[in-house]
């Protein structure tokens, strides 16, 4: 039972461009959503999040989109960089509860070319 | 601030062996978590905690078990270690229930059994 999925395991895009990573979730009790980087042989930190009560967070080069009605989130990159190549998690949570459980999704590898 | 660190970052272990994976964290985070992430998936929480004292079963607990005496550390116990263990650890730690609900990760144990 995948709550949290991401269907394309690699993305590869070209230095400048824009990189579009994709999330849906199944659970309707979610309602704060976050992006991970994870580099090779280091922890998983923390990009950028979103509540359930806004549709966008920009933070930088980093935009996170989220359309509730079709359980989808996205992450916008740009311009996309080398150092950017990483694999992508999302993630998310029902604030109710209260106890900061995340359920992570399989994982994009974005690849930036030079 | 070392964040949240993690011993041993490899180890190999034959079938039926016992060890003991360190988790400390240095932010006076109440919240803790267990993860593990095998090739090409997401991370799987394994055990969580939202105090000293206070440790709950996540999505795959069988085969670990967990203490929680302390606010700073988290160690994850694996009794009668089988190959299925063979993974990659990840230690965690947020501030859950001050309405932001990024955690923060240790760098990872590589764990192997043979």
């Known amino acids: 039972d995948q709550q949290v999925k991401q269907n394309s395991p690699s993305l590869s895009v070209q230095e400048g461009r824009i990189s579009i990573l994709n999330c849906d979730y199944t659970?309707?009790?979610?309602?704060?959503f976050l992006w991970y980087k994870k580099y090779p042989a280091e922890g998983p930190t923390f990009l950028i999040s979103?509540?359930?009560?806004?549709d966008k967070n920009e933070d930088g080069r980093f935009t996170v989109f989220l359309n509730k009605s079709a359980k989808h989130l996205s992450l916008h990159i740009v311009p996309s960089q080398p150092g950017d190549s990483a694999v992508y998690f999302c993630?998310?949570?029902?604030?109710?509860?209260?106890?900061?459980?995340?359920?992570f999704g399989q994982g994009t590898t974005l690849q930036v070319k030079p | 601030n070392a964040g949240v660190t993690q011993t041993p970052k490899f180890r190999i272990l034959k079938i039926g062996q016992s060890m003991t994976l360190q988790c400390t964290q240095d932010?006076?985070?109440?919240?803790m978590y267990w993860y593990r992430q095998d090739p090409g998936m997401g991370l799987k929480l394994i055990y969580y905690?939202?105090?000293?004292?206070?440790?709950d079963k996540g999505e795959v607990p069988n085969g670990y078990n967990v203490s929680r005496s302390t606010t700073e550390d988290f160690p994850l116990r694996l009794e009668l270690a089988a190959p299925s263990q063979t993974s990659v650890y990840f230690c965690?730690?947020?501030?859950?229930?001050?309405?932001?609900?990024?955690?923060?990760f240790g760098p990872g144990t590589r764990l192997t059994v043979t």
């Open positions: 965690a730690s947020s501030y859950a229930n001050m309405g932001s609900y990024e955690q923060y």
């Open positions: 659970n309707s009790m979610f309602d704060y």
């Open positions: 979103i509540s359930s009560i806004k």
């Open positions: 993630a998310a949570t029902p604030t109710s509860g209260n106890t900061g459980k995340l359920i």
């Open positions: 932010m006076n985070h109440n919240y």
């Open positions: 905690s939202v105090g000293a004292g206070i440790t």
